[in-house]
């Protein structure tokens, strides 16, 4: 059925369809369930310790025996200055004080970098088929030893020069993240919130400058979305938000209930509750930080900040809900079933653009 079966072959998979890692939100139940249904299940693992790295990755050989992928960040150490802490702490000192917070916290813990040698050496523990990156490539000694070991490098682009720098780096495949997505944009390198490139712009710009297998990502959550990655040259896609309406998601219920009654315009781009762009709920705290921007502490480092806000208001004003602009497309239905509807889609569009009868709705 698939018209282009490079992603397959190079991951072993049926379906070339992935899960996005989405750390917090993809468990290690939802990440089997979608590999066991034929594509390629996801796990965040950017801030799991190592004893949960090895159990979740346990738990995913005790439920598949298909190929999986763990995620993980590649950023260098915060270097947040103390002039920068202290402007960010007046920055959102008012919002303390509105939900009697108390003081902001006065001092950051050090953090990172996102993918060291003590990471490295236990993935190679751990030998999962596939590992992917987000914010760039690991140095050449660990992508050789990756390699070595027969893992498959999956890294995210949000740009073609990105793309050309995976291509050089030892990507397997790259990930070409479109404005639309959910979470945190997979940029090099910090950048404004109002930089970004469409889905529908970005994926044959990629597929025209590397000669490796693309993967379309953002905004797609249909059959006919994933023929629409196709016809512009990609050989699978990624979707996040799309599974975080399914059963195995760890999706929180006030997430649930948003993305339940989403539209097209709930999201923005903004960097205030972590130091990097992300695509999340449209609240009045993004907004206002975003009319009046500061100079904001390194990623992750912002997120010390901002998390007693939006732990104390996570239905509200100061919610931090991570969802992208085609939320109002979810279907809440187990992984596997959604995998297998999204297939018999993808196929209903592709033979009507081939008889040239009108594209099922």
């Not at 750390?23 to 799991?48: D, I, K, Y």
């Not at 920055?91 to 050090?110: D, K, S």
């Not at 023929?227 to 990609?234: D, I, P, R, V």
């Amino acid at each position: 059925m698939w018209p282009n079966r490079r992603l397959c072959d190079l991951l072993k998979i049926e379906h070339p369809i992935i899960q996005a890692p989405m750390a917090g939100s993809a468990t290690p139940e939802l990440a089997a369930a979608v590999s066991n249904a034929g594509g390629l299940g996801s796990l965040g693992c950017a801030s799991m310790l190592p004893d949960g790295l090895r159990h979740a990755a346990r738990q995913l050989r005790a439920s598949t025996e298909r190929p999986f992928n763990l995620n993980f960040f590649v950023c260098p150490q915060p270097g947040t200055s103390d002039a920068v802490l202290a402007s960010a702490i007046e920055r959102l000192r008012p919002y303390y004080e509105e939900l009697a917070l108390g003081e902001p916290p006065a001092r950051l813990p050090p953090m990172g970098p996102g993918f060291d040698d003590a990471r490295l050496d236990l993935v190679l523990e751990i030998r999962p088929p596939v590992v992917s990156f987000h914010f760039g490539m690991p140095d050449s000694t660990a992508v050789d030893r990756l390699k070595t070991a027969g893992i498959v490098i999956l890294s995210t682009a949000t740009n073609v020069a990105e793309a050309l720098k995976l291509a050089d780096s030892g990507a397997d495949a790259v990930i070409a993240q479109g404005w639309e997505a959910g979470g945190h944009r997979g940029s090099h390198a910090p950048n404004s919130p109002g930089d970004g490139v469409g889905t529908m712009a970005l994926v044959p710009q990629v597929v025209d400058a590397v000669n490796l297998p693309v993967i379309a990502a953002g905004g797609i959550a249909d059959g006919r979305g994933i023929a629409a990655a196709f016809a512009l040259g990609a050989s699978g896609v990624q979707i996040g938000t799309g599974f975080l309406s399914c059963d195995e998601a760890g999706t929180d219920g006030p997430r649930r209930a948003l993305i339940r009654s989403a539209t097209d315009m709930d999201t923005m781009v903004t960097d205030a509750f972590s130091g990097r762009a992300a695509r999340a709920k449209r609240t009045r705290y993004a907004l206002e930080m975003e009319q009046s921007r500061t100079q904001l502490p390194d990623f992750p480092q912002m997120i010390v900040l901002s998390a007693p806000l939006s732990n104390a208001d996570a239905r509200g004003d100061f919610a931090f809900h991570l969802y992208g602009q085609a939320a109002a497309l979810n279907r809440e239905l187990p992984a596997g079933q959604l995998v297998r509807t999204l297939v018999a889609e993808t196929g209903e569009v592709f033979d009507a653009l081939s008889t040239g009868k009108t594209t099922p709705a």
